[in-house]
């Protein structure tokens, strides 16, 4: 069974500090993607990724950033945390084309900012 | 048009009913469908894929409409452990599009 764990389940942060969400997959994916989600909206992606040291931006990215060193880490950064940013964090892998496999998530995040 | 758009609900149940989901998308391209589930407060899971010759799971049966744009999922003899957000999820230009998911609940 693939295994999605995400470092933190819940984080509380101050306005302007460096926030690092850790995620780390089992199973050899090449694909590795960050969501957020807030009531209402739905499931928004952030960044994704298809390779060690690849990515690209999804549909909010600003005041984000990533890094995929390894296969099996893919880490969300919050450069400068903001109230905005306050929200439940998700990340998710697949393998095989980017657009054609199910995604499998980790546990969540969520992240206060204060 | 939304990408992939979902009757957000509450679709309000009895136990034993059946009840149905439909999902419509806006990429004549797409070819990839997929039902999650996700409990309150928790990750979405994968349900099911959704073939074009549509598929069964036990008391889920999902379908796929190509000519319409839109995919279903029947839920037969709700259990009170099927109340949860359903949600559509579609092949796009970039990663998998989801919809913003359907509420169901099943009630005693």
């Known amino acids: 069974d693939v295994k999605v764990t995400q470092s933190s389940r819940y984080l509380v942060k101050r306005t302007g500090e460096k926030v690092f969400l850790e995620c780390v997959q089992d199973?050899?994916?090449?694909?590795m993607f960050w969501y957020r989600q807030d009531p209402g909206l739905g499931l928004r992606l952030i960044y994704f990724?298809?390779?060690?040291?690849?990515?690209e931006k999804g549909d909010i990215p600003e005041g984000y950033s990533v890094s995929r060193e390894k296969k099996e880490r893919f880490s969300l950064i919050l450069e400068s945390a903001s109230t905005n940013q306050t929200s439940m964090y998700l990340c998710?892998?697949?393998?095989?084309?980017?657009?054609?496999?199910?995604?499998?998530f980790g546990n969540g995040t969520r992240l206060t900012v204060t | 048009r939304k990408e992939v758009e979902q009757d957000p609900g509450p679709f309000n149940v009895p136990e034993g009913a059946t009840v149905a989901f439909n999902c419509t998308y806006s990429?004549?391209?797409?070819?990839?469908f997929f039902w999650y589930r996700q409990d309150c407060r928790k990750e979405p899971k994968l349900l099911m894929s959704?073939?074009?010759s549509g598929n069964e799971d036990g008391r889920f049966t999902a379908q796929l409409n190509r000519a319409s744009q839109y995919i279903s999922l029947l839920i037969r003899d709700s259990k009170l452990s099927d109340s949860a957000t359903y949600l559509c999820?579609?092949?796009?230009?970039?990663?998998?599009?989801f919809g913003k998911g359907t509420r169901l609940s099943v009630i005693a």
């Open positions: 998710a892998s697949s393998f095989e084309g980017i657009d054609n496999s199910p995604l499998h």
């Open positions: 199973m050899d994916h090449e694909n």
């Open positions: 990724s298809y390779d060690v040291k690849m990515k």
């Open positions: 990429n004549s391209a797409s070819q990839s």
């Open positions: 959704v073939y074009s």
């Open positions: 999820v579609v092949s796009g230009n970039t990663p998998l599009v």
